[in-house]
Every structure is written in C-alpha cells, then in structure tokens.
C-alpha cells in the first residue's frame, strides 16, 4: 500500500507536467468616452461654432469664450481679435505662445485648415511632451477676424496619462475649427 501512493503521487505529477505555463498578458487601462453631439450655443459675437454637448461654455464681453469639460478636468480658452491692418502681427503672437512649448515638448505637429466654402483658415498644433497645453488652435477669415484657442488639463502634465482625453478634445477641436462661421 506504502508504494501505491507513492506511486500514484508520480503518475499525477508527471501527468500535470504536459502543459506549458505561458506568462499572463499585461493588461491596459481602457477609457471609453462617450460619442459626441454637438449644438452651437446661442450669443452674440462675430463668430459661431459648434461644440460638443459633453462642455458647457461661458462668453465675456470681449466674445471670449471658455469651453470646459467637467468630466475631463479640461478647459478650452477661446481668445476673439478684430482684424486691423495687423493680421501677421496676431498670427505671430499666437505661434509664438505655441512654440514656447518647445522647451518642454517632444514634438509640436500643425495640421493646416481650409474651409473656402465659409472663409475659415487655419491650424490646428498638437504639442506632445509634458506641457501645459497639448492642444492649440487658430482660425481666421484672413480679412476681419481671428479666433485662437488653446486646452488646459486641471492636472500636473503627464502626456502618457492624459492622451486619450487630448485626442478626444482635439477631435471636438477639429469639429469646432470645421463648424465656424464668420457673421
């Protein structure tokens, strides 16, 4: 009796020895955002856009505007300038703001925008690295008025954390660029 279990506890050792013991996967956090709508607010300035009904959005006298996002911690400002024989001088200030990311960025990509239908131009700059504003924007008629922007997280900047939420704005970026309409 002594060798039957001992010989039993072999053939179950050697039995479970078939499999190979594989590594688990790493896991990855996944985010899922809700799929956007959009509406234009109601106000009274030079310019309407659309925005995404997820942000609420307050104007100023001025016609600036902040777009914030509750639920991302995020905010969009919206500076609006009059053009007066100065529209180089405005397009240089706002790309200088831009790239003084430079320092901290990894890279700052600018997607060019040209809607000719409506008179909209401009560019979209996408600044990765560990800035304070992965996402800046512009957008002019080229004769009367310039709309530029730029997103703040309500976080210390960590790109690699922060990246779904900045591709996420920027596509309702992308969306309030197309849907400007000069009055």
Partial sequence: MKHFGLVLVLLILLGSCNSETLPKPKSYLKLEYPTNTY??????????????????IQFKNNCWAIVQYPKLKAT??????????????????????????????????????????????GKL???????????????TDSLNHVLAGAVYFYVKPNYDSIL????????????????????
């Avoid at 509406?39 to 609420?56: G, L």
């Avoid at 779904?164 to 000069?182: F, G, N, R, T």
């Fill in 125 to 139: 700059y996408n600044i990765e690295g560990d800035v304070a504003t992965n996402i800046q924007f512009r957008v």
């Fill in 39 to 56: 509406s234009k607010p109601a106000f009274n300035c030079p310019y309407s856009f659309e925005i995404s009904e997820q942000a609420t």
């Fill in 76 to 121: 969009v400002h919206i500076t609006y300038r009059s053009i007066d024989n100065n529209l180089e001088e405005i397009l240089k200030e706002i790309e200088k703001l831009t790239f003084e990311h430079t320092v901290k960025a990894n890279a700052i990509n600018a997607v060019p925008f040209e809607n000719y239908k409506d008179n909209v131009y």
């Fill in 164 to 183: 779904p939420a900045v591709k996420y704005i920027e596509k309702d970026i992308m969306h309030l660029m197309e849907s400007v309409k000069w009055k």
